[in-house]
């Protein structure tokens, strides 16, 4: 049991049978960890269909040859720059030429459909809709009539979105969104009980059946093992440059940055040896005896893997969701009201330095106590006055809740709530405040407070990503 968790009890307390449930699911057979799982493949397959006949450039609706060669040009672009993705690329004017397609593109492939002319994409759209892939339409502008079929199917059911744009930009984000189910069929997270959420998020059937991750409960002991095994020589240089590279180091001692550094080097130690993509830890509250993880879920999602505190399993589902599409961390805290100022706080004693995404600068951060415990070591992060972010939550493992906000206030040095602080002003803080949770989220305190803030406006992202997996978005503001 947690040696200082009165306050995360009584979050928890509500919901402990039915999650309980949900922590057994996870075990599987055996309840521990059962040796790595497979590598995430190389590269995602797509396949991209032109579909139809190119028109004279000159007139008629549709897309001429110079127009096809720029698209298949950006496609290669986009292979460069995402690394993880490869297109099969080929023009169907047929529904078999569309079957022949998808078949070399693998039975996994998702698929990107550009439509050339009238009618093009309607030809195709039989077999690509009855395979059951992601379909992910591209129609520019005067291209044809088709667009007015896509979301028509969405409707019906069919994992479908589309863009109707001229900005062949587009087609990489298409392609950041058509690759996130695939890799998460081959992604793992490893759990340390209990586990928190909706009922959903925490069971391994519906996690698997919904997203196609598998969950590993990582037994106490496993965790133990592979912190006595730290090498000191590395705690201490972690150690070091956690102090160095912190603005201030306010309460905690050196001992207290050295625990924190080699529980740092552990958590990420096992994620390596399982090949996990994330990490919810339950216990967190009980570790300030051998060092707080805070300093760890840093290095963690800095590198690009989720890692989600409290055992929250709906933050961490959104952070890998996010992170899968984006490339960049989340800021999972928990929310507080100042409708005077048109604002909502979000506040947490952890989060990610590089909010831009591992490739991205350090945000500055004191070294600080944990607020509520009053001992160990978490960082104070400072992020970017002026910076518009996203704030979400996937739950129930179908829906996203989600608003928009801009940081306007971040304290020198926070005084009260968690460490973490950022003030945003949002569209209408008294409407977010009677819609909190959408009407669709229920929970004890814990599941009804946590959000995941994420840099930058996502909120077309989210929508097609939700078109893609079937999931709705509810907007909180």
Same mark, same amino acid.
Request: aromatic content about 6%; overall charge positive; glycine content about 10%.
């Given at each position: ?36 799982? +497979? ?17 004279? +450039? ?104 589309? $863009? ?66 730290? /090498? ?23 001992? /207290? ?8 080097? +552990? ?186 803030? $994420? ?6 992202? +989210? ?15």
């Amino acid at each position: 049991m947690c040696q200082n968790c009165t306050r995360r009890e009584f979050l928890g307390t509500t919901a402990m049978s039915g999650l309980l449930l949900g922590a057994t699911q996870a075990r599987g057979e055996t309840g521990t960890a059962s040796g790595p799982g +497979a590598s995430l493949p190389a590269k995602v397959r797509i396949c991209a269909i032109f579909a139809g006949t190119p028109v004279p +450039a000159d007139r008629s609706w549709g897309v001429c040859e110079e127009e096809i060669s720029a698209m298949r040009q950006r496609l290669t672009e986009v292979e460069k720059k995402l690394g993880n993705v490869a297109f099969v690329v080929g023009r169907a004017a047929t529904a078999e030429q569309a079957v022949a397609l998808m078949k070399r593109a693998g039975d996994d492939a998702p698929v990107l459909a550009v439509n050339l002319c009238i009618g093009g994409l309607l030809r195709v759209s039989k077999p690509i809709l009855e395979s059951g892939r992601p379909l992910a339409v591209f129609s520019a502008p005067a291209s044809g009539h088709d667009w007015m079929y896509p979301f028509r199917w969405r409707r019906e059911g069919k994992p479908v979105t589309m $863009f109707t744009s001229s900005d062949y930009g587009e087609l990489e984000r298409a392609a950041r969104l058509l690759r996130v189910i695939p890799l998460l069929r081959h992604s793992r997270v490893i759990v340390f009980h209990p586990l928190r959420g909706t009922p959903p998020a925490c069971k391994a059937d519906q996690i698997k059946s919904r997203l196609g991750v598998d969950v590993v409960v990582v037994p106490q002991k496993r965790f133990d093992e592979v912190l006595a095994g730290v /090498d000191p020589g590395k705690a201490q240089a972690e150690a070091e440059q956690w102090i160095q590279n912190a603005k201030q180091v306010v309460e905690p001692t050196r001992e /207290d940055v050295l625990k924190a550094a080699r529980v740092s080097l +552990a958590l990420h130690q096992l994620v390596e040896q399982e090949k996990a993509q994330g990490l919810a830890v339950g216990t967190c509250m009980g570790w300030l005896a051998r060092g707080f993880p805070c300093l760890g879920f840093t290095r963690l999602r800095d590198s690009g893997i989720p890692a989600s505190c409290e055992g929250d399993m709906d933050s961490l589902w959104t952070m890998l969701l996010f992170g899968t599409v984006l490339g960049i961390p989340g800021f999972q805290g928990n929310a507080t009201f100042d409708t005077a100022k048109n604002a909502v706080w979000t506040a947490h004693c952890v989060g990610p330095i590089k909010m831009d995404g591992p490739d991205g600068g350090e945000a500055p951060y004191l070294l600080r106590s944990h607020s509520e415990i009053g001992g160990g070591v978490v960082p104070e992060i400072q992020y970017r006055i002026g910076q518009k972010i996203t704030r979400t939550k996937l739950v129930n493992l179908d829906t996203l809740l989600i608003s928009t906000g801009t940081i306007r206030e971040v304290p020198d040095k926070s005084v009260r709530a968690c460490r973490t602080q950022i003030v945003t002003e949002v569209c209408d803080a008294a409407k977010m405040v009677r819609n909190w949770g959408g009407g669709v989220l229920e929970g004890d305190m814990m599941t009804l407070l946590h959000r995941v803030v $994420f840099y930058g406006d996502h909120r077309d992202s +989210a929508r097609h990503l939700a078109d893609l997996m079937k999931m709705r978005v509810v907007e909180e503001g």
